[in-house]
């Protein structure tokens, strides 16, 4: 049986309230019992002391019930957390009674059943006291949770909105190596901004000879499959020299890899058509650098922006479709 004290309802019942004015008086079986009741159950002397005094100077002027009755209506008025511990109590004392031998004859089935009465109303308050505070813990969590989730997504547009700045700095970047090294980081920050999984980092590979600005390569992964993601920088467009040893590298893995190839520049009509031909082996994507950042732009998801290509290429044979 628990005590009633719901955190949310500070003052007795009707119901209760009403059920303690007639159960006390039975349990206290002289009138100086009334005022020792009280005070055992740690109620201020404020609430009877004025009381007790009108019954020290003429007993016969003072009844249980009337005492009772305003002790209680004072107590329940008390909106302090002082008052509710003090009402605690006295619910406490009454449920938790078992001896009623030392009561009148007449009294003792009547306080019984009072007593009984009242278990039932705490057990029944308690229970929807329960049921209310798990429903409204459970609001709380959800509201917690959601704006947990507005606060990330505003962390990640911001996050997103420096690293379309940062990206577009790079253009000026006249340093070769700089601008890769500076590259490699901001696209790992980039897809994972999106929850897109980083499986490896990025690496650059540049070979300046061949006038290779920056070359990344490493794994994504979307929707449970794996890619295998390498980028160009080049001064001239993307050719089939430039796309067939990510093609090969994608076909000497499992047959679950797939490829996905950014390139800063264009893509010349030679290299399309070897990612065509390559989609009759392994599922492989092409996307330009501007792509990303219209994509930044846009707001647009990136997972979404890969899905859009990854079906066009499987359905239409199209690598390199613009998903704007």
Not at 5 to 14: A, I, N, R, V, W
């Amino acid at each position: 049986m628990g005590v009633y004290g719901p955190e949310d309802s500070y003052h007795y019942p009707t119901e209760l309230l009403l059920l303690l004015q007639k159960c006390i008086p039975l349990l206290c079986p002289a009138k100086k019992d009334v005022f020792q009741f009280f005070r055992a159950a740690g109620t201020a002397s404020r609430y009877y002391s004025d009381w007790q005094n009108r019954w020290s100077a003429n007993p016969a002027s003072v009844g249980k019930y009337e005492v009772v009755r305003d002790v209680l209506k004072r107590l329940n008025e008390d909106k302090t957390d002082l008052g509710l511990r003090q009402r605690r109590e006295i619910i406490k004392r009454v449920t938790a009674w078992e001896s009623f031998s030392t009561l009148w004859p007449d009294d003792q089935l009547k306080a019984k059943g009072l007593v009984a009465e009242i278990q039932q109303v705490v057990n029944a308050t308690d229970s929807f006291t329960r049921m209310k505070q798990a429903l409204e813990t459970e609001q709380r969590e959800k509201r917690e949770a959601k704006q947990k989730e507005l606060a990330a997504e505003r962390a990640k547009r911001a996050q997103r909105a420096e690293l379309h700045r940062e990206i577009g700095g790079l253009f000026n970047e006249p340093n070769h190596q700089k601008r890769g090294k500076a590259l490699e980081s901001l696209l790992n920050r980039l897809f994972a901004s999106f929850d897109i999984l980083v499986r490896e980092a990025f690496t650059i590979r540049g070979d300046l000879g061949e006038g290779v600005i920056a070359q990344l390569d490493g794994a994504l992964t979307i929707d449970g499959d794996y890619y295998l993601v390498e980028m160009k920088w080049l001064k001239e467009k993307v050719g089939p020299e430039d796309i067939s040893p990510h093609v090969v590298r994608v076909l000497h893995r499992s047959e679950a890899a797939r490829g996905i190839f950014i390139s800063a520049t264009d893509y010349t009509p030679g290299a399309i058509h070897m990612l065509r031909e390559a989609l009759n082996f392994r599922t492989h994507v092409a996307a330009g650098l501007h792509e990303l950042i219209f994509a930044l732009e846009k707001e647009t998801d990136l997972k979404d922006l890969f899905r859009r290509k990854i079906q066009s290429a499987i359905i239409d044979k199209n690598p390199l479709s613009f998903s704007f």
